[in-house]
Structure formats: structure tokens, C-alpha cells
């Protein structure tokens, strides 16, 4: 069974990716110090690849794109923000458009699901985009202030009580940007612009400390940020 590509695998073998099977993805595990990059995302900010992800859109009328979502959910998905429901996250690009994102190992079982209601649901069009959009993400305290040189973030929306998403174009590269956390902020970008993306933040970056950074350590971050993140409300809930 031949396993799916990125379409940044070639620039990351060339700098120094370790690559291994994942979920029907070959995926960057590491780039030799899976310890020294999980310090690179605590300490500044790790630039990961993540278009394995699973990418599923969603066009129609807006009434029958909320009916889908709610059935899935069992939630609202208000415009251009995002909504987390078990592995799925889900993104307002439009009235008209949604995407639903998702680890790779839940890809199909999300997509049976989303075939299901999108059938019986008259008005929608549905189409995996797992293939078609490449997706980075930026990991770390320092992600904001290289989004913010982007020119996409003002650094004062980053405390925003709830994640975003919206489209913007980036030295003239359209992209969509998901502001996970004020630690993390992912890029969705057609296939084909992928390396220009993968270019454009490594050298806005680089100020910044950044550094290209695997899977491995990127899991590893996220068990850290969801620590920070309880101790944190944990914290507010006694002050």
C-alpha cells in the first residue's frame, strides 16, 4: 500500500528529517534531537509540518452547513471562529464554508460520518482536501511574535478568549490561519504554495529563533500545553 506524501518532504529530508510511517503518511518524526526540539517549541518557537492532517470542506447553504455541524457536534459554530468537538475542530472560513480538521488516524472515520450527513443533508457539497492543502504550524511562546511580523496578528488579539479562523494573503500567498492558542498557530496553504510558505516563515522567523521541529516533539509539546493551560485555569478559578 503506497503511503501519502507531503508535499514539503523533499525540503525536509534536506534538512536533516527523520522520516517514518504514521497513519499512511510518511511524517517528519525528528531532525535528530526529538529532546533539544521539544526545547526549541517550550522555550521560543518549532515550525512543524502537519499536513498529514486530515481536511475535510464543506460548501452550501448556510442553514444546511449549521444542521451538519450541530448533528456532529452537537454545537454551533458561530462565523470565522472554531470549534473543538472530541478530535475534530472545526473552522467558519464563510456563511458558506466550513472545514473540519482532525488527526490523521481519525481521517476516515470522520469522513464516513461527514459523507453520511452531507448526503442527507440537500444543499452541500462535500470534498477532502487532506492531499490538497499542506498545513505548519508554529509551536511555541515566540509564535505570536512571528505571526505578528507576518503582519497577520496584532500582538494585542492574542489573548482573544477563543481561537480564529480566517483567510489572508501573505506576500501575496493565500493562506488560512488558525489561531489555536497564544501558543500555537496553524497555516493551511494549497499544495503547490507549500514550499513558498515553508520559505516565508523560516526566514521571517529566524529572528525569532525559530527552527524546524518533528511530530515527536511537537506531541510532546502539546501534553506540555495543555498542562500550562489546566494549571493555569486552575489558577484563575482560585485567584
Not at 500582538?155 to 501573505?170: H, K, M, Q
Request: contains cysteine.
Amino acid at each position: 500500500m503506497s503511503l501519502c506524501r507531503s508535499p514539503l518532504e523533499d525540503s525536509l529530508r534536506r534538512a536533516g528529517a527523520v522520516m517514518r510511517r504514521r497513519d499512511g503518511w510518511r511524517v517528519a518524526v525528528h531532525y535528530g534531537s526529538p529532546g533539544g526540539e521539544l526545547a526549541v517549541c517550550a522555550r521560543g518557537v518549532g515550525l512543524v509540518d502537519r499536513s498529514e492532517i486530515g481536511k475535510f470542506e464543506l460548501r452550501g447553504y448556510p442553514e444546511a452547513l449549521d444542521q451538519i455541524v450541530c448533528l456532529l457536534s452537537d454545537s454551533q459554530l458561530e462565523p470565522n471562529e472554531v470549534l473543538r468537538s472530541g478530535s475534530v475542530t472545526w473552522c467558519s472560513a464563510s456563511p458558506d464554508r466550513v472545514l473540519a480538521l482532525c488527526p490523521p488516524a481519525d481521517a476516515f472515520a470522520l469522513s464516513e460520518r461527514l459523507h453520511d450527513a452531507a448526503r442527507r443533508t440537500p444543499g452541500v457539497l462535500l470534498t477532502d482536501e487532506t492531499e490538497e492543502l499542506a498545513a505548519l504550524s508554529l509551536l511555541g511562546p515566540s509564535a505570536p511574535s512571528v505571526v505578528a511580523a507576518l503582519g497577520a496578528w496584532d500582538l494585542e488579539t492574542i489573548a482573544l478568549p477563543r481561537p480564529s479562523f480566517s483567510g489572508l494573503s501573505l506576500e501575496g500567498l493565500p493562506v488560512w490561519l488558525l489561531e489555536e492558542s497564544s501558543a500555537r498557530a496553524t497555516f493551511l496553504v494549497d499544495s503547490e504554495y507549500a514550499e513558498r510558505l515553508l520559505e516565508l516563515l523560516e526566514r521571517v522567523g529566524q529572528r525569532f529563533g525559530l527552527s524546524l521541529v518533528g511530530s515527536d516533539a511537537a506531541a510532546r509539546f502539546a501534553l506540555v500545553e495543555r498542562r500550562l493551560m489546566s494549571s493555569r485555569f486552575r489558577g484563575a478559578a482560585l485567584a
